[in-house]
Structures are given as C-alpha cells and as structure tokens.
C-alpha cells in the first residue's frame, strides 16, 4: 500500500509541475521577445574611453515630425557607463547616401556607439526615402537648408553635429554655407555638391570639420576632399582599404575617429 501511495504521489507531483510550465510558458516567451520598433533596446560595447561596464543597454526610438514633407526618425539618447540616461554636451544629427536610409546609422551600431559615449543621435530619414515621404517643396537649395533647421529646431537640437554622407551634400553643403553659425561641428563623408562653391566660400567657414573618405573612393571621395580641405578648420580621416561608403567598409575605424573628434569638439564646450 505504502510502496502504491508513494507511486500515487509522484504521479501527481509530475502532473502538477506540468501544468505549471504549461501556465507559465507563455510569459517566458513574451518576456524573450524582441521589443517593439518604437523603442529597442541593444547591447553594445564601448570604443573610446576608460574601461567600464563591457555591456550598455541602448534604446532606439522612432517618431515622425510633422511638416511638408513629414520626417521620419530615429534617436538614442545618450547614457553613463551604468547605464543610466544623461545630458548630451553635443548633438549628432544623422543624414544617408542615396542607398541608405536612417536605419543603416542603427544597424551599424553608430548610433549606439553615439549614445554610449555620451552623444545624442538623431537620425532621419531624408524625403523620398525610407519612411519619410518626397516633395516637392524641395527643388531648391533654400528649401533644403529650411528642411534641415525645422528638423534641429523641432527636435530641440542646440549643439548640432552634423554628419552627411554621399547624396545628403545637396542638403549639407548648403547647409554649412548659409547657417555654419548653428553647427558645432560637420562630419562630410564623400558629399556631393563640394564643387559648387569657391576657396573664397570655404575659407569664411570656421565650423570644426572631420572630413572622412575611403582611399578606394577615387572619384567623389578624392574629389570632396580636394575641395573640403580649404575649410580652415578641419582634420582628415582616410579610411585604407574603403570604398565610397567606407563607414560600411570600416565602421570600427569610422567610429573610433568618430568619437574622437567629437570628444575634441566637447572639450571645447
């Protein structure tokens, strides 16, 4: 009887853990799922500065600002080396190549290097690209220019750093010559639209500059470069062994020159 009892026991014990993996199953599941694309969160390790956590969590947020056309966007808000969310000193606006969109700054982890190094990121997607609608309100240089101030000013950006790769130059360029005033420094990768401006225009520019090229991009990064050394304040990053998108090419290299122009510039501050 003794030997039946105890048989009768584990039977039940074995139905009872059972039915509590089957009840909680689902919360296990749910609690392993990726967060949603309004705000994710991923790991990173750090490159540049003292040693700390190896891990940082990063949350990627997207948003939409109103407007003709509407801006999508991404953002990483900066945080400490335990993790916790702080003031940025600067602001590091995001443009795209013809071929990218905001998304490839995150997938590359620039973002996420940004935010853990102390730096708010802001990346939009450019019109007609991505998530963010084409217009035609912006066939003209003054347009594009106004695109990008209703973008800083929307998003409370006052310590911009404007990074602009490729393409985004019909937005940059104009940009720098008509509001240089408003930027803390510019990071041109390769941007078209360096030709249409003069040594003279160049030379009145103080904005601190990280000019970035591959050393394979022989066509449009050679040329950019020949014509963005004339601004007085500028430092270069050649990329060997890069092609035109040579943050692709070299994002550890990109992002170590990156945060080390950026941690000059916060000096400054």
Known sequence: ???LRNRLVMLGLMLLATLLLYLLLPSIRQDNMEPSNEARTIGLVGVAGPPGPPILNVSIRTGQLPGDPPLFFREALP??????????????????????TSKTWEELGTMAVLAANGYQALAM?????????????LKTEQNRV?????????LGVRA????????????????????????????????????????????????PTLIVFGALDTNLGAQSHKNLI?????????????????YMDKPHEFHQGLIKFLDKLKQDI
Request: overall charge positive; hydrophobic content about 35%.
């Open 146 to 154: 106004d695109l990008i101030s209703r973008f800083m000013e929307s």
């Open 1 to 3: 009887m003794n030997f």
């Open 79 to 100: 945080v400490d080396r335990e993790g916790q969310q702080i003031l940025p000193k600067l602001q590091m606006v995001l443009l795209h190549g013809q071929a990218f």
């Open 125 to 137: 997607d450019l019109p007609g690209y991505g998530k963010s609608p084409d217009s035609e309100a």
């Open 230 to 246: 004339q601004l007085p304040n500028h430092e270069v990053l050649k990329l060997e062994g890069a092609r035109h998108a040579c």
């Open 160 to 207: 911009a750093v404007l990074l602009s790769p490729s393409m985004s130059g019909h937005y940059s360029i104009p940009f720098l010559m008509k509001n240089s005033a408003q930027l803390r420094g510019y990071v041109p990768i390769a941007p078209v639209g360096t030709r249409s401006y003069s040594a003279q225009h160049y030379k009145k520019i103080q904005t």
